[in-house]
């Protein structure tokens, strides 16, 4: 039976925190782990460079990293190709065939160029590089002539420009390409220590490899419900960031309890956050034994990076073939 193929990416810009792990990375691993996909992961280093471009000493470090984030979460190279970006050069010849088809109209009026443009005002992004992101996308995609492809709602624009630009290359040359479906993660959103969504860039994330005294510190600080400012004044869970966790982290039994406990006043906060604590705790257990291990087998990082990039390039290099013959260079 031939699997339908996946294909998701992410940007290297930085260690993987919860909110990657129950989203966009988890599903990842459950599509592996169905058996129902051939699963293509890669490392989007090109996509880092369009708004890190000025600061690029960090991006070849992450990438490595975020691959041992991954084995260690659970992404096996037996079963998904995990490659990056940047060996394989056929994307960058896709993006410049199809940067020449794609309508500048369609690229600015994307919401998420106009959304990341603002909250990254920090950053010049009037690049030509950063306008053309979603077309380096496309090419990412049908590549590898995707069905689907894994993301969050925030990326859904991006797929959809990838569909058009991959029916305008059908339309103009010969019908190469499959038209990839998003497919979408049902996680809501994990909020970070501060009761914002859980993001580097606003410094409130617990990340997966933090453990110890860091791991048990950021949870005594995570905001609860803001009612209960003494022990005895009963709460509501389910404003409270830390019992979101705990239905992540806790059994149904305990989650139960807690929240009867916590409307009644009769458990507190800090017991509540040593309890969160110690159930992420040893849930991250076996997940900081792979990454310590991956960390001191770099070499088998390597390898399996190599052995990935090596299946992509093979389809990379097939996909090109037909794409030459197609528009006759
Ligand atoms: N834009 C994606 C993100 O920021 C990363 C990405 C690059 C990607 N190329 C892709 C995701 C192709 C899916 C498919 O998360
Ligand atoms: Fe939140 Fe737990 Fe405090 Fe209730 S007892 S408000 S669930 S931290």
């Known amino acids: 039976m031939v699997l339908k193929r996946i294909l998701s990416g992410m940007r290297p810009t930085g260690k993987l925190h919860l909110g990657n792990l129950h989203g966009a990375l988890g599903n990842w691993v459950e ?3 169905s058996g129902k996909y051939d699963c293509f992961y890669f490392v989007a280093d090109w996509h880092a460079f369009t708004s890190e471009y000025s600061t690029t000493e960090g991006i070849k470090d992450n990438a490595v990293n975020m691959v041992i984030d991954w084995l260690a979460v659970g992404l096996d190279p037996q079963k998904s190709t995990l ?3 940047s060996a394989i050069k056929e994307h960058a010849e896709l993006f410049l065939l199809l940067s020449m088809i794609t309508p500048l109209a369609w690229l600015e009026r994307n919401p998420t160029y106009k959304e990341m443009k603002t909250e990254l005002a920090n950053k010049d992004l ?7 992101y979603p077309v380096l996308q496309a090419a990412d995609i049908i590549m590898y002539k995707a069905y689907g492809v894994p993301v969050g709602v925030d990326q859904l624009p991006h797929v959809e420009l990838t569909r058009e630009i991959a029916r305008r290359f059908n339309f ?17 959103k994990l909020l970070g220590i501060d009761g914002r969504k859980m993001s580097k860039s606003y410094d409130n994330s617990i990340y997966i490899s933090d453990c110890g005294k860091v791991l048990s510190e950021k949870i005594s600080s995570m905001f609860t419900d803001p009612q209960r400012m003494r022990k005895s004044d009963p709460g509501n869970p389910e404003i409270c960031n830390v019992f979101t966790f705990h239905g992540l982290y806790s059994t149904q039994e305990t989650v139960k309890e807690i929240a009867a406990g916590c409307r009644s006043a009769s458990i507190g906060c800090t017991d ?9 705790t040893s849930a991250m257990t076996p997940i ?8 001191n087998h770099l070499d088998e990082v390597a390898g399996v990076i190599v052995d990935g990039n090596r299946k992509a390039a093979q389809i990379a290099s097939r996909t090109m073939e037909e794409v030459r013959a197609a528009v006759k260079i």
């Open 288 to 295: 900081h034994e792979r990454m310590n291990y991956y960390n």
């Open 126 to 132: 009037s690049t030509f590089g950063f306008l053309g």
């Open 83 to 85: 490659f990056v970006q």
């Open 172 to 188: 103009l040359y010969q019908e190469i390409f499959p038209i990839p479906e998003p497919l979408l993660t049902g996680v809501p």
């Open 31 to 33: 599509l592996q782990n």
């Open 272 to 280: 509540c956050k040593k309890m969160l604590a110690q159930r992420i």
